[in-house]
């Protein structure tokens, strides 16, 4: 039986498994065994072909956004309008089939924003250029999943299934669970909460099915085994996701306003301009960017040369900018995310 097969084997034993206490151990295998399939399924194949998977567009700016989403949902649409980068969009599916770059400025900050081939079900397994695609989506900061407001939620739940498996996970942070493989001395486990979804004995089962049978486990929050496999991975990407839902000038104004309620959402019109200047305010929030406006003793500071930095970013960071000789003058006070990490030096 091929991998793709075995997948599909499990995933429908789970769906018929019956979720209660006396199956949880089952359940918890099944998954870790899905997990592992998915993992071989995801490794590099040995053909020269499948080499350096995903799209090669560097880097830049302040942060990345791909565009996730089925085709003609309006992506390449939503480049051309935000950014000076034109990308041909046609009523026919498929019309962009590479990685298409462009640069939206906001607030002083450059973002990268990606326009990318549409998706479908099963792009996770190789379909069209799913892989390539979802390869350029574990390298951005955020991702836009784009849909088409007539199409209902379908489409979103189809492709939020194909980012999961592939390791994604949009919207949740990282399980707080301390995992450390051991050389001896079986599994130490412990929690600081009390569990509803994991016990000492699943996470044993789950462990021993990835041949690991010394470690330490501290579970700090109440995680499900799912999280739990998760952090036996490792390999996962934590990533916001806005969900855009384009075309609103082909829907009520009931449905609009269903969509625009919903979390993470915004509802726009790539065709008539509605709502474009929310979803920047948005993207700006879900990037986590701070500017930061250096001055020199005695003047005023400089608020048409902003430096961009994620939250949490220190002086150090500052200094690897090359604005070293300002950073020593810092605006005062200093804000609150800004810890001094150590002398800086002076150019
Ligand atoms: N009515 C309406 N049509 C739109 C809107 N935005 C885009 N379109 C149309 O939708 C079609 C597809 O747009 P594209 O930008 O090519 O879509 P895409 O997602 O890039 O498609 P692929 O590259 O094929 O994946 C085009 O005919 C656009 O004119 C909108 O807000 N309203
Ligand atoms: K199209
Ligand atoms: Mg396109």
């Avoid at 956004?65 to 003609?72: D, T």
Wanted: hydrophobic share 40%.
């Amino acid at each position: 039986m091929g991998i793709l097969e075995k997948i599909s084997e499990i995933e429908k034993e789970i769906a018929r498994t019956q979720k209660n206490k006396a199956t949880e151990y089952h359940l918890g295998l099944l998954k870790a065994k899905l997990a592992k399939y998915r993992a071989q399924l995801l490794e590099p194949s040995k053909s020269a072909s499948s080499k350096g998977e995903g799209f090669d567009v560097m880097k830049s700016g302040d942060a990345r956004v791909a565009l996730i989403g089925f085709p003609s949902v309006g992506k390449s649409t939503f480049l051309s309008l935000m950014t000076s980068t034109a990308s041909e969009a046609a009523s026919y599916e498929f019309t962009t089939l590479t990685c298409i770059p462009g640069v939206i400025e906001y607030k002083g900050a450059n973002i990268q924003l990606l326009d990318l081939p549409g998706i479908i079900e099963g792009a996770a397994q190789g379909k069209g250029r799913g892989r390539q695609v979802i390869a350029v989506a574990r390298t951005a900061d955020v991702v836009i999943m784009m849909l088409d407001a007539t199409k209902g939620e379908v489409q979103r739940s189809l492709l939020e299934k194909e980012l999961e498996s592939v390791g994604i996970r949009l919207n949740k942070h990282k399980p707080n669970i301390y995992f450390k493989p051991r050389k001896g001395g079986g599994v130490s486990f412990n929690s600081t909460v009390t569990l509803t979804q994991c016990s000492e004995k699943l996470v044993q089962l789950i462990l021993h099915e990835y041949k690991i049978f010394n470690a330490e486990v501290l579970f700090r929050e109440d995680c499900s085994p799912d999280e739990f496999i998760d952090v036996i991975v490792g390999n996962r990407v934590y990533m916001p996701c806005l969900y855009v839902y384009n075309k609103i000038d082909q829907i009520s104004m009931e449905e609009v306003d269903r969509l625009a309620r919903k979390p993470n959402s915004v509802v726009i019109s790539c065709g008539m301009k509605l709502n474009l200047d929310y979803l920047l305010e948005m993207l700006w929030e879900y990037l986590a960017l701070t500017c930061i406006y250096t001055k020199k003793r005695g003047q005023r500071p400089d608020f048409t040369d902003a430096i961009i930095l994620r939250k949490g970013a220190s002086v150090e960071h500052v200094a690897q900018r090359g604005r070293l000789h300002f950073c020593l003058e810092l605006c005062d006070p200093a804000p609150s995310f800004m810890k001094i990490v150590g002398p800086c030096r002076s150019r």
